[in-house]
């Protein structure tokens, strides 16, 4: 089983940047794919990025070229550095752990979530 807390959220204007840290519990945190999902008011929850237990990473359109994501298994972290933030990109942020897939439905855990908001 892994606990997952989310933090680095925070109020940023459009442009700048953040970056959003999953601390990850339990020994076999390796063992897991890792995601990042964020869902504004009124709307379903969507895929942001992933990366592979093996490193393998990727991200959606819609941040691809802005969000960077990585892990360090040594201290059971996943980081999301977001860049270039735009007012869309305003909303609640989630961590997942699970088997790699752009699907909330293949990931069984999840972090509380860490409010991102840009101002425009």
């Known amino acids: 089983q892994v606990q997952l807390v989310e933090s680095g959220g925070g109020l940023v204007q459009a442009g700048g940047s953040l970056r959003l840290s999953c601390a990850a519990s339990g020994r076999t945190f390796y063992s897991y794919d890792m995601a990042w999902f964020r869902q504004a008011p009124g709307k379903e929850r969507e895929f942001v990025a992933l990366?592979?237990?093996?490193?393998?990473?990727t991200s959606s359109d819609s941040v691809k070229g802005r969000f960077a994501i990585s892990r360090d298994n040594a201290k059971n972290t996943v980081i999301l550095q977001m860049n270039s933030l735009k007012p869309e990109d305003t909303a609640a942020y989630y961590c997942?752990?699970?088997?790699?897939?752009?699907?909330?439905?293949?990931?069984?855990?999840w972090g509380q979530g860490t409010q991102v908001t840009v101002s425009s």
């Open positions: 997942a752990a699970g088997i790699s897939s752009s699907s909330r439905r293949e990931y069984d855990y």
């Open positions: 990366i592979s237990r093996n490193g393998v990473s």
